[in-house]
């Protein structure tokens, strides 16, 4: 397991989560895990490998350096990648709902979600569609009325659909003491 710590972190720099039959064939090594938790754990009790980090997925566990991912990512990687686009996002906005703030359609567009810009026009639809996620609503950001993609998610749960116009409405040259 030693010897896959190095691509773990290449490519967690890359804001990739790996498995290691993934890095063993990009390693081209001739190695077999047969159980990965338990080499896992071998591996950290080692102070200098204890950046590495697992996470369980539905089928699969993935690697991915502590020092370049943080946990959430990791976990919004997986949720994605098992095929739990709209569940994942839910939990995201739900969570900044929480703390009080909005979460702009546009950070979907980056990873782990990648969406096209295109796609996010018929999230909210797919947030109603979903179960469990019909709390997830959307407010148009009031500088700009163009389109249903140039907005702010928020749940009803946590946040008010009066606070999240408010929110919404912000001037960015606005400036306070």
């Not at 490519?11 to 993934?22: H, I, M």
């Not at 979903?130 to 249903?148: M, P, R, V």
């Amino acid at each position: 397991m030693i010897e896959l710590v190095d691509y773990i972190r290449l490519l967690s720099k890359d804001g990739r989560l790996v498995t290691a039959e993934q890095v063993i064939a990009v390693a081209g090594l001739d190695l077999e895990i047969e159980d990965v938790e338990v080499a896992h754990q071998a591996l950290i009790e080692d102070s200098q490998y204890q950046d590495i980090a697992i996470i369980a997925a539905e089928t699969e566990h993935y690697f991915y350096s502590k020092k370049f991912i943080v946990r959430s990512y990791a976990t919004q990687w997986v949720g994605v990648k098992d095929g739990k686009l709209i569940e994942t996002m839910a939990d995201y906005i739900r969570r900044y709902s929480s703390m009080g703030e909005l979460v702009a359609a546009s950070n979907f567009t980056h990873p782990p979600y990648n969406l096209e810009h295109s796609a996010l026009v018929g999230l909210i639809e797919r947030f109603d569609q979903t179960a469990g996620c019909e709390d997830i609503h959307f407010q148009l950001d009031a500088q700009s009325y163009e389109t249903k993609s140039e907005g702010y998610f928020f749940s009803i749960k946590t946040m008010t659909t009066t606070y999240a116009k408010v929110l919404a409405d912000h001037d960015p040259f606005e400036w306070s003491a």
